[in-house]
């Protein structure tokens, strides 16, 4: 293991945080706000903790692929412990747990609270600015970020890339890694730019404005208030509705759409993850629409047809993408509407988007490895291979969604265990809670629901919860490294 190159990554990442905490610095700026002498002790720490890094220089600046989980694992960690100080600091999250809770859920994208409404409404707006701005950090990834900046070679950087970039294969979009992590970024902060441009062209003030399109592009869910996007009319539910789902499709095919290769771009799951997308509506809309009738036996609606389909379109973009934003509350839906959404959560977006889940990739790939071993029983002399796309998929590929597959339900289950001894909470709420989390889908069922919070469990079910929303955001393997004893040896 290569600790002085963990080391100086680590004091590169502690000075790109430094770097972070200046947005939330200027809104306190701005709004005269106590908390501008908060991130300026911040920035101080994180320029102290990243100088110590840079005080001794590695000989030997290698990053294999065990030091690359490592680094990408210990960076999110590290992040988010300093990203928590804020809220510690200025008295808004007494609890550091709490904090900690809250930094894990805004950098991985989950959206996941223990914040109720009226502790939302009387925070200050600068860290309102630093929960929302967490999600956007978080979302394509912050080594990613910083990988168009760090002095490394292709070669190095490439180890960290794979171990931080969601979904079974991680390519290079163009040769060199560096400016592949220039595009992500690019047309990630220009998507977000678009938004936020039309979020000001319906009526939403600029504070709103940016911090919705901080965590729409991360799909994260946190808001700046407690009415969320219920609170505003529905143009800008529309446009929320369709950035979400356009932030679930892998960048990569928008980098094609701009090549003009408008057929590559919508390859094997673009298209999967459409046909789930827009059978999940369908279905939840009938649902939601024609259930009052069916039950009483007269023609009564709840919602009207159009109302149906503009709950269904919201909800199911804003839980396959792993968002978690609210308008009513779907718990009150029919249980088959429900039923969907949870499954919803666990396919999750494509990879390479800034959605969570098992990703759509994983599940097309599992689906046609089952088909597959199904035709074996049959006929056990065919050889048949696994395709995407027109293009075999390499065994290696196949066994690592597979090996991905058993460690999530490995975690899932242990996890669930663990939450159950939290007293007086019933089995529904923790499952989905651990659903919620390990997916970075933010609410759940019952008392995490869209209009619950995580305040609720203790705090040694909320490090349970820290470690699924790390694991989900990293693919589960980075987390699960640090616990091998292997991984330490020099």
Excluded at 21 to 44: D, K, M, S
Aim: hydrophobic share 50%; glycine share 10%.
């Amino acid at each position: 293991m290569n600790f002085s190159i963990i080391r100086r990554t680590l004091g590169w990442l502690l000075l790109f945080e430094g770097i972070f905490f200046h947005l939330p610095l200027i809104t306190a700026a701005i709004y005269w706000e106590a908390e501008f002498f908060t991130f300026l002790i911040c920035i101080g720490i994180c320029a102290a903790l990243g100088g110590l890094c840079f005080i001794k220089k590695p000989k030997n600046t290698s990053i294999f692929a065990k030091e690359g989980f490592v680094i990408v694992a210990l960076s999110w960690i590290v992040i988010s412990l300093i990203g928590a100080l804020p809220f510690v600091l200025s008295g808004a999250i007494p609890s550091y747990v709490d904090a900690l809770f809250e930094t894990v859920s805004g950098f991985t994208t989950t959206g996941a609270t223990i914040l109720n409404g009226g502790q939302i409404d009387g925070m200050a707006k600068s860290l309102l600015m630093w929960r929302s701005f967490t999600h956007w950090v978080g979302g394509m990834g912050v080594l990613v970020l910083i990988m168009a900046f760090l002095p490394l070679s292709g070669a190095r950087n490439m180890h960290m890339m794979k171990a931080e970039s969601p979904g079974p294969v991680v390519g290079k979009i163009v040769p060199k890694v560096k400016q592949t992590a220039i595009i992500l970024y690019a047309i990630y902060a220009g998507m977000t730019i678009i938004q936020l441009i039309m979020l000001l062209c319906g009526g939403v003030p600029l504070f709103e404005a940016v911090t919705t399109s901080f965590a729409t592009a991360g799909t994260g869910g946190f808001f700046a208030n407690s009415q969320g996007v219920a609170g505003y009319n529905l143009y800008v539910q529309i446009v929320v509705t369709v950035f979400m789902a356009l932030f679930s499709i892998n960048f990569n095919s928008y980098y094609l759409i701009g090549r003009g290769k408008i057929k590559d771009a919508f390859n094997t799951e673009v298209r999967a993850f459409l046909a789930i997308f827009f059978t999940a509506v369908a279905l939840i809309a009938l649902d939601i629409w024609l259930e009052p009738m069916i039950f009483s036996g007269k023609f009564e609606y709840e919602y009207s047809l159009g109302e149906s389909i503009q709950h269904a379109f919201f909800y199911v973009s804003s839980i396959i993408s792993t968002t978690g934003f609210g308008t009513v509350d779907y718990t009150l839906w029919p249980v088959f509407s429900q039923t969907i959404l949870v499954v919803l959560m666990f396919i999750g977006a494509c990879a390479g988007s800034t959605g969570g889940g098992i990703k759509v990739s994983r599940i097309v790939i599992l689906s046609k490895a089952g088909m597959r071993e199904v035709g074996s029983l049959i006929q056990p002399n065919r050889v048949k291979k696994i395709t995407m796309d027109h293009r075999p998929v390499s065994h290696e590929v196949v066994r690592s969604v597979t090996a991905f597959f058993i460690a999530y339900i490995a975690v899932f289950a242990l996890s669930t265990l663990l939450v159950s001894f939290n007293v007086g909470i019933d089995s529904t709420t923790n499952f989905s809670a651990v659903a919620s989390t390990l997916n970075n889908v933010g609410p759940g069922l019952s008392a995490v629901g869209p209009m619950g919070n995580f305040s609720v469990y203790n705090d040694f079910s909320k490090f349970v919860f820290i470690f699924d929303m790390l694991a989900g955001r990293l693919e589960i393997f980075p987390m699960l490294i640090l616990f091998a004893p292997t991984t330490w040896k020099k």
